[in-house]
Structures are given as structure tokens and as C-alpha cells.
């Protein structure tokens, strides 16, 4: 009998701020605080149907599956030009003042923290699709996948064409199963099916690192020894996307301190920011600006190209007064 590797010195991550990353999918789960109802009557979920539509578009964020229970929401969306903590700020805060003025309540009416996990999309697009679709059904709400696609609170009923759902991307969902509409809701519909067979599914939600220490052996386990709550997939999608985090977080971090070294500089030379930005030529100007340019590059590292679009001046210029700060370093 194979031993299971131990995960003894698996390294517990606390969960982090949220990976909001443009062109990810993210599954997104929000409760109602202390798990009590958000949704008492129809008009409350025709509400906050209407509020998603507003959001969601083409250009700023697509949605591919949702369901909406008694006491929580699932998501399944692409954040693209909004970011997802944009959209759910919107949805969330709007929907809240709503249901607090209608039910004469006050307080919170979700949790804090809503969940959400990045996916990778190739292993669990479809996986997810049909869990989040099916929770009707797992929770006793619904009996059966002909009640489920006459139920309007998820988005089955949009993509079985029973329902007209404007924000769904249903022909993109669809086009995974057959580019004939009506094989492909045909194939749908077995999926769903063969997901009732399955029950509950423990393993969609975060820490691809962690489920895929059982596959290695103890000699490949070493550099595996931490995993991510909030990615759904394999290692080295969840590597990749914590590659990119630490970049953009870099970036950021790394504009932060440009935006200080301005005022400082400015403040030195007796200067306003958009002075220091204009691109003048005029002596204060052009002091304050190769002081910019060699501090920027040397203890932040900013690329003459930012400094170039943040200065207003040609990237041959900052290339320039490089140069010359190097000569009197």
C-alpha cells in the first residue's frame, strides 16, 4: 500500500488581500451576516438582479453562472476594465440600503469579507458552472433539473432558454458543450446530471498548492510547501498568479514612492506637482526634475519610460540625465 506524503511542514498561508487581477475568473461567495436571510420575497431577488445587470457588461465584467439561495450569493464573473472589488462594493452597498430601508432594519446585512477564489479556468470552468448551478438543488430548494431550469434565481434557466437572463454570458458558456445551441443544452443537461450523481463538491474552493501536495512524491515536495486559499488550481497556475500579484503589488508600492519623492522634490524647489510634471523648461524646473530622475531611478528603479510619461519630458531625456548622474556618482 502506497503511504500518502505527509503534510507535516505544509506552511498554512494566512488568507491576504484579495487577487483582483483583470481576465481572471473569480468565484464569489457572500453571506448574510450571522447566515441569516438577504433575500425575503421576490421582489428582493428581482432587485438585485436588476442591480447586476447595471454592473455587468461586455467591456467591464462578464458573468457566467449564479445562484441566488435564501441567506447567500454565488458568482461565478470576469473581472475586465472593473475591478471585482468595484462591482461588489456597487452590488453589495446598494442592495443593502435597499433591503435596510424596506425592512425598516439597520446594521450590516452581509459579512465583512466576502470570499472569492481565483480559477483556473481550463480545470474547473465547467466544474464550477455546474456547482454553483446545482445549489438549489443540493440545499432541498428545488427538487430535479426540470424545476431547477424553471427557476429563475440561477442562471440554468437562462442557459436552458427557459428564462431571459441579459447579463449571463450564456452563448460562451454554451459554446463549451457543442456549437449547436441545442446539442450543446442537450450535453448541459447530462452534465447536471451526472453532478447530482457526484454530491457535494468539498474541493472547489482555494488552495490548488495544497491538493496537489498528495500527487508528488517526497522528493518533489519541497519547494511545494505552501498553498493559497484564494486560487482554485493547479501548482503552477497558482505560482503564476502569485507571480503576478507580487508584480502588480511591486508596481504599486513602487508608484507610492514616486508619488512621495514628487512632493519632496517639489516642496525642495518651491514647486507645485503639476510644475514638476509639465515638462518646463524653466532652471527650477529642470533642477527639480534631474533630482527626480536620479532618485527615482536609483533607490526605486522606476524605468525611464514611467518617468517619461509621469515627467511629460521624452524618454531620451530621462535616458539623458541618467547618464549624466551616473558620471557624477
Request: proline share 4%; aromatic share 8%.
Amino acid at each position: 500500500m502506497t503511504e500518502r506524503p505527509s503534510t507535516a511542514n505544509l506552511k498554512l498561508m494566512p488568507r491576504g488581500p484579495r487577487i483582483d487581477i483583470p481576465g481572471l475568473i473569480q468565484h464569489v461567495i457572500c453571506r448574510g451576516i450571522e447566515r441569516k436571510a438577504i433575500f425575503r420575497s421576490d421582489a428582493d431577488y428581482e432587485d438585485i438582479l436588476s442591480r447586476i445587470l447595471k454592473l455587468a457588461g461586455a467591456e467591464d465584467l462578464k458573468v457566467y453562472a449564479f445562484a441566488l439561495m435564501p441567506n447567500h450569493i454565488h458568482l461565478l464573473v470576469r473581472p475586465l476594465k472593473m475591478p471585482l472589488s468595484t462591482f461588489m462594493r456597487r452590488l453589495l452597498t446598494g442592495y443593502a440600503i435597499y433591503f435596510n430601508r424596506k425592512y425598516r432594519r439597520v446594521g450590516h446585512l452581509f459579512q465583512n469579507r466576502y470570499k472569492s477564489y481565483v480559477v483556473e479556468e481550463d480545470s474547473y470552468f465547467l466544474e464550477l458552472i455546474r456547482y454553483i448551478h446545482l445549489n438549489p438543488v443540493r440545499a432541498g430548494i428545488i427538487s430535479g433539473l426540470g424545476k431547477l431550469a424553471l427557476h429563475p434565481y440561477t442562471g440554468y434557466s437562462a442557459l436552458m432558454g427557459r428564462a431571459n437572463c441579459p447579463f449571463l454570458n450564456s452563448n460562451e458558456v454554451l459554446s463549451h458543450f457543442s456549437s449547436n445551441l441545442r446539442s450543446a443544452r442537450k450535453k448541459l443537461f447530462e452534465f447536471m446530471q451526472d453532478g447530482i450523481a457526484q454530491g457535494e463538491r468539498d474541493d472547489l474552493s482555494g488552495g490548488g498548492l495544497k491538493r496537489s501536495l498528495a500527487r508528488l512524491d517526497p522528493e518533489q515536495r519541497e519547494d511545494r510547501q505552501a498553498f493559497d486559499e484564494r486560487i482554485l488550481g493547479s501548482s503552477l497556475f497558482v505560482e503564476s498568479v502569485l507571480k503576478e500579484t507580487c508584480r502588480k503589488q511591486d508596481l504599486k508600492e513602487r508608484d507610492g514612492r514616486l508619488e512621495k519623492l514628487l512632493g519632496k522634490v517639489a516642496d525642495l524647489y518651491n514647486l507645485t506637482i503639476p510644475e514638476l510634471c509639465s515638462g518646463s523648461k524653466r532652471a527650477p524646473v529642470l533642477k527639480a526634475r534631474t533630482a527626480v530622475i536620479f532618485y527615482a531611478t536609483k533607490d526605486i528603479g522606476t524605468s525611464a519610460r514611467e518617468l517619461s510619461k509621469v515627467l511629460n519630458v521624452a524618454a531620451a531625456t530621462v535616458h539623458e540625465n541618467v547618464r549624466l548622474g551616473k558620471g557624477k556618482a
